[in-house]
């Protein structure tokens, strides 16, 4: 069982990682800002990668607790 939950947790932060270098692309110094109301909006396919990565994150939080507890 710990072999199966290691090999999905590498498989997830693998995937979590590409993720999140996918989203890096195209950011900029005014987008940084967390108090700038000048954002933009996540549409279409920016949109879906994000959700994408939030569930994948929240997936690898529940397989790191599964491995903690066994």
Same mark, same amino acid.
């Given at each position: ?5 290691? #090999?999905?947790?590498? $498989?997830? /932060? ?6 999140? !270098? ?11 800002? #967390?108090?700038?109301? $000048?954002? /933009? ?6 949109? !879906? ?22």
């Amino acid at each position: 069982m710990k072999i199966a939950l290691s #090999i999905v947790q590498i $498989t997830l /932060s693998i995937i979590l990682s590409a993720l999140i !270098f996918l989203q890096a692309k195209g950011q900029n110094e005014s987008n940084s800002n #967390i108090l700038s109301d $000048t954002g /933009s909006k996540r549409r279409g396919w920016e949109k !879906f990668i994000f959700n994408l990565t939030v569930f994948i994150t929240i997936l690898f939080l529940i397989s790191s607790i599964t491995q903690l507890i066994n």
